[in-house]
């Protein structure tokens, strides 16, 4: 009985072994034709929406398989890509094209079925989309999200539905930008949704304007703020305004012997001032300035960067 018992449970075992293996390699076989198909059709997108982009642009282009599931997001994809990465198109073919496809409706209903990381990708989508006010009033709840990328990519999409409020936007946003988000807001400035002026971002109030200003100083190498960068650097009641501000001073190569910014390196952690170390030796300072302001003992670091590879890293 015992042993029938055991045949049994072995025979059972294997057939259930049996199953599960052919259910994975189902389900990557299935999974790798979905890519590829996906693929093809992301491509097929792109090619469609670029010959239209090309011609005269008074017919809404016909995006073939649309209708199938994925294809939908997929042309939204395709869509914010072309928009991320060039200037100057035809905003009236894609507002068109959004709006004949429901593109931007499609995405809002995605994030608000997702959560997290997914719903941050849903919204950074949507940024890239022509959409209306409508769009602007529907992601206005997720600034409140306890997820900081949540909040940031639905800034990004009020700023891209209403670029004449985009100051307003971010001098209100209640959360202190990090350097990666205003890496992100340097992107939109370049599709023209930001203003260049940097004199009213650098003299307002708000530390959110004050870093968008300090990263169009930096970028565009504006040496004219050399004066209120030295402001900054000498203020100790915003040490983090100072940071990014003496890493500007840094990226447009002028001099750093002076003495706010000598007071403000004493002040500066090991973490940080190799951090600045790292940025001096990128934007090529001697060792000779590196040395009035640094100790001795800092010198050895500053010239492993200099002689090797890491300075084209930094």
């Known amino acids: 009985?015992?042993?029938?018992?055991?045949?049994?449970?072995?025979?059972?075992?294997?057939?259930?072994?049996?199953?599960?293996?052919?259910?994975?390699?189902?389900?990557?076989?299935?999974?790798?034709?979905?890519?590829?198909?996906?693929?093809?059709?992301?491509?097929?997108?792109?090619?469609?929406?670029?010959?239209?982009?090309?011609?005269?642009?008074?017919?809404?282009?016909?995006?073939?398989?649309?209708?199938?599931?994925?294809?939908?997001?997929?042309?939204?994809?395709?869509?914010?890509?072309?928009?991320?990465?060039?200037?100057?198109?035809?905003?009236?073919?894609?507002?068109?094209?959004?709006?004949?496809?429901?593109?931007?409706?499609?995405?809002?209903?995605?994030?608000?079925?997702c959560r997290g990381y997914r719903r941050a990708q849903a919204l950074a989508v949507l940024a890239c989309l022509p959409a209306d006010e409508s769009v602007a009033a529907a992601v206005a709840p997720y600034l409140r999200s306890r997820n900081r990328y949540v909040r940031f990519h639905a800034l990004a999409v009020q700023l891209s539905v209403d670029p004449s409020h985009a100051l307003q936007r971010i001098g209100d946003y209640a959360y202190p930008l990090s350097a990666s988000e205003v890496a992100e807001l340097m992107a939109l400035l370049r599709r023209g949704i930001l203003p260049l002026a940097y004199g009213p971002l650098l003299e307002t109030r708000s530390l959110n304007l004050r870093r968008v200003g300090l990263a169009i100083v930096r970028q565009f190498g504006i040496e004219e703020a050399e004066g209120r960068l030295l402001q900054f650097v000498a203020d100790t009641a915003h040490p983090a305004l100072g940071r990014e501000a003496l890493y500007a001073l840094c990226s447009l190569r002028r001099s750093l012997l002076r003495r706010e910014v000598a007071v403000f390196i004493t002040e500066m952690d090991a973490r940080e001032r190799r951090a600045l170390l790292r940025c001096m030796a990128l934007e090529g300072y001697a060792p000779t300035t590196m040395q009035r302001l640094f100790e001795e003992a800092e010198r050895p670091y500053y010239e492993t960067l200099v002689q090797s590879y890491k300075r084209s890293l930094a």
């Open 1 to 113: 009985m015992i042993e029938q018992f055991y045949i049994v449970y072995t025979l059972c075992a294997a057939v259930l072994a049996c199953g599960f293996s052919v259910g994975v390699v189902g389900a990557a076989v299935r999974e790798r034709r979905r890519t590829g198909r996906d693929a093809r059709l992301r491509t097929e997108y792109l090619h469609t929406l670029m010959l239209a982009l090309g011609g005269d642009g008074t017919q809404v282009p016909y995006f073939p398989l649309f209708g199938r599931f994925g294809s939908r997001r997929l042309l939204c994809e395709a869509v914010a890509g072309v928009v991320a990465i060039t200037y100057g198109l035809n905003d009236g073919l894609l507002r068109r094209i959004v709006a004949h496809y429901r593109l931007d409706r499609r995405m809002l209903r995605q994030a608000r079925r």
